[in-house]
């Protein structure tokens, strides 16, 4: 199926006073280079090439977590990490936090709010208590068929969607489904609504919709320029004591035959995403309300599918934490833009308020990037920061980026393992894969010196807006720059 967002309609002078609709999807570990824009020429995602085609296609976005629980509590509050308090390992989202989110300040401003797909996260009043993921927050909505927890493919698995499951018995179609009936009774009613749909692809287990068994048979898909260990030898001896290094190997990405299998079954994942999102454009055309719908499409993390002989997700490097993100606003005159200015997931969230007409919180980290669709050429940060505090100590990391380098600090030591507080500095304009650190070489000491002030002032940041639970108030100083 392939989505018809139309361009114009004959009411869409009497439309120009109305709030605009607002539809947020968001996929579960896509990597940026899944897109035709990036390309990736052996992708089929056609209802995301027509978003492309109609707005702005981000070149440099990423989650300032990388990891799914983090991230969506990011996004739904426009927070970074250690603000939120939120993530595995540390705990849930705080009442106070919620109640700036995204939904509920929109929700007060008179739309409807609705939610379907994979919440990903608790909010509880004591930080330590750990309830199913959307247990409360789903009362916040007007519409909800989401969870529980991580959710399943099988559609009947799932309770709020379980009475789509006979015509749609892959979850990814479900959600669209849901999402449809979500705008009739939005439209039913007159007024504005706000759509988020969460996908659970492509996350693991590898179950994609047996529908579109035959949209990758026989494709075979080129390997990225840092697939392999031999491209990660490099790269910091932290960087490998967690998961993402034994992934690659369990995960079939070393072997040839069992990579391209892995690659065809992601992809068919993300195919079934698009179809979902075909369905929906198609009934905003049907209703003549396309003119009038602002759509965002992104993911809550990357995914190394062997780059760097990796596998899953986490760290800061590029696969890992940059993302797809395409924002369409019907409203405005030029399409098919690109723009290539840094943005991170917080920003999505000022971002809808700002479409909205709703005050943007004066302590979000995110940055509305509205600007940047009405002038792709201009920008609206000069840095971002990507948290890693999960998983094992040694893995854990401070990153900091500007337009064109990447700086990572990783802080753990084991001298009886010869590991040491190790710099990387990487150019992402000229060597994107992330190939060469230039950390030790004379000629970068001046970006060096930038983005070490640049780290250190996140860090300081951290120190003074920070929670003080869930284990992040430590960081501040276990993060302390030791190499000078």
Same mark, same amino acid.
């Given at each position: 199926?392939?989505?018809?967002?139309?361009?114009?309609?004959?009411?869409?002078?009497?439309?120009?006073?109305?709030?605009?609709?607002?539809?947020?999807?968001?996929?579960?570990?896509?990597?940026?280079?899944?897109?035709?824009?990036?390309?990736?020429?052996?992708?089929?995602?056609?209802?995301?090439?027509?978003?492309?085609?109609?707005?702005?296609?981000?070149?440099?976005?990423?989650?300032?977590?990388?990891?799914?629980?983090?991230?969506?509590?990011?996004?739904?509050?426009?927070?970074?990490?250690?603000?939120?308090?939120?993530?595995?390992?540390?705990?849930?989202?705080?009442?106070?936090?919620?109640?700036?989110?995204?939904?509920?300040?929109?929700?007060?401003?008179?739309?409807?709010?609705?939610?379907?797909?994979?919440?990903?996260?608790?909010?509880?009043?004591?930080?330590?208590?750990?309830?199913?993921?959307?247990?409360?927050?789903?009362?916040?909505?007007?519409?909800?068929?989401?969870?529980?927890?991580?959710?399943?493919?099988?559609?009947?698995?799932?309770?709020?969607?379980?009475?789509?499951?006979?015509?749609?018995?892959?979850?990814?179609?479900?959600?669209?489904?849901?999402?449809?009936?979500?705008?009739?009774?939005?439209?039913?009613?007159?007024?504005?609504?706000?759509?988020?749909?969460?996908?659970?692809?492509?996350?693991?287990?590898?179950?994609?919709?047996?529908?579109?068994?035959?949209?990758?048979?026989?494709?075979?898909?080129?390997?990225?320029?840092?697939?392999?260990?031999?491209?990660?030898?490099?790269?910091?001896?932290?960087?490998?004591?967690?998961?993402?290094?034994?992934?690659?190997?369990?995960?079939?990405?070393?072997?040839?035959?069992?990579?391209?299998?892995?690659?065809?079954?992601?992809?068919?994942?993300?195919?079934?995403?698009?179809?979902?999102?075909?369905?929906?454009?198609?009934?905003?055309?049907?209703?003549?309300?396309?003119?009038?719908?602002?759509?965002?499409?992104?993911?809550?993390?990357?995914?190394?599918?062997?780059?760097?002989?990796?596998?899953?997700?986490? +760290?800061?490097?590029? %696969?890992?934490?940059?993302?797809? /993100?395409?924002?369409?606003?019907?409203?405005? !005159?030029? @399409?098919? *833009?690109?723009?290539?200015?840094?943005?991170?997931?917080?920003?999505?969230?000022?971002?809808?308020?700002?479409?909205?007409?709703?005050?943007?919180?004066?302590?979000?980290?995110?940055?509305?990037?509205?600007?940047?669709?009405?002038?792709?050429?201009?920008?609206?940060?000069?840095?971002?920061?990507?948290?890693?505090?999960?998983?094992?100590?040694?893995?854990?990391?401070?990153?900091?980026?500007?337009?064109?380098?990447?700086?990572?600090?990783?802080?753990?030591?084991?001298?009886?393992?010869?590991?040491?507080?190790?710099?990387? +500095?990487?150019?992402? %304009?000229?060597?994107?894969?992330? /190939?060469?650190?230039?950390?030790?070489?004379? !000629?970068? @000491?001046? *970006?060096?010196?930038?983005?070490?002030?640049?780290?250190?002032?996140?860090?300081?940041?951290?120190?003074?807006?920070?929670?003080?639970?869930?284990?992040?108030?430590?960081?501040?100083?276990?993060?302390?720059?030791?190499?000078?």
């Amino acid at each position: 199926m392939l989505g018809c967002f139309g361009l114009s309609s004959t009411y869409a002078q009497s439309k120009t006073e109305q709030k605009p609709n607002i539809i947020f999807f968001f996929s579960d570990d896509q990597s940026y280079d899944t897109q035709k824009d990036f390309g990736n020429n052996k992708v089929k995602t056609p209802n995301l090439d027509v978003l492309a085609e109609n707005g702005v296609v981000f070149k440099r976005h990423y989650n300032t977590t990388a990891i799914c629980m983090a991230s969506r509590a990011n996004v739904m509050t426009g927070q970074l990490e250690y603000k939120t308090g939120c993530n595995f390992s540390h705990g849930s989202l705080g009442p106070k936090q919620w109640s700036s989110s995204y939904p509920l300040l929109l929700k007060q401003a008179g739309y409807r709010v609705g939610f379907a797909g994979k919440f990903g996260f608790a909010v509880s009043d004591k930080p330590e208590k750990w309830e199913m993921e959307g247990e409360v927050a789903q009362h916040d909505f007007d519409f909800w068929a989401g969870g529980p927890g991580q959710t399943e493919y099988q559609t009947i698995n799932n309770p709020t969607i379980a009475k789509y499951a006979e015509k749609y018995p892959h979850s990814s179609r479900a959600y669209g489904a849901a999402t449809i009936d979500f705008i009739n009774e939005s439209v039913d009613k007159g007024e504005p609504f706000c759509m988020s749909l969460f996908f659970k692809a492509p996350h693991r287990p590898i179950e994609p919709d047996p529908m579109f068994d035959d949209i990758y048979k026989d494709v075979v898909f080129d390997k990225l320029p840092n697939y392999g260990r031999e491209a990660g030898a490099h790269l910091s001896k932290q960087s490998k004591m967690g998961r993402q290094y034994p992934r690659f190997e369990e995960w079939g990405y070393s072997q040839d035959d069992t990579y391209q299998e892995a690659l065809r079954k992601y992809h068919q994942l993300i195919y079934g995403v698009d179809y979902s999102i075909g369905m929906v454009l198609a009934e905003l055309k049907k209703l003549n309300i396309d003119d009038n719908t602002i759509i965002i499409f992104s993911s809550d993390n990357g995914y190394f599918n062997g780059s760097h002989g990796l596998g899953s997700k986490v +760290l800061p490097y590029e %696969e890992g934490a940059r993302v797809p /993100l395409i924002i369409v606003d019907p409203r405005q !005159e030029h @399409k098919a *833009e690109t723009t290539t200015a840094i943005t991170g997931n917080v920003d999505i969230t000022a971002t809808i308020l700002d479409y909205a007409g709703v005050d943007i919180p004066s302590f979000y980290d995110g940055k509305s990037m509205r600007p940047l669709i009405e002038n792709p050429k201009t920008e609206i940060r000069s840095t971002l920061p990507i948290i890693q505090v999960w998983g094992p100590q040694a893995t854990h990391c401070l990153t900091v980026m500007d337009s064109r380098f990447k700086y990572i600090y990783w802080y753990y030591k084991d001298e009886n393992k010869d590991i040491y507080p190790t710099e990387e +500095l990487f150019d992402i %304009e000229n060597d994107p894969y992330e /190939l060469v650190n230039l950390a030790n070489q004379s !000629e970068y @000491k001046s *970006e060096l010196v930038k983005l070490r002030k640049v780290y250190d002032e996140q860090l300081n940041h951290w120190k003074t807006e920070g929670v003080k639970y869930n284990g992040y108030e430590k960081y501040s100083e276990l993060f302390k720059r030791t190499i000078q």
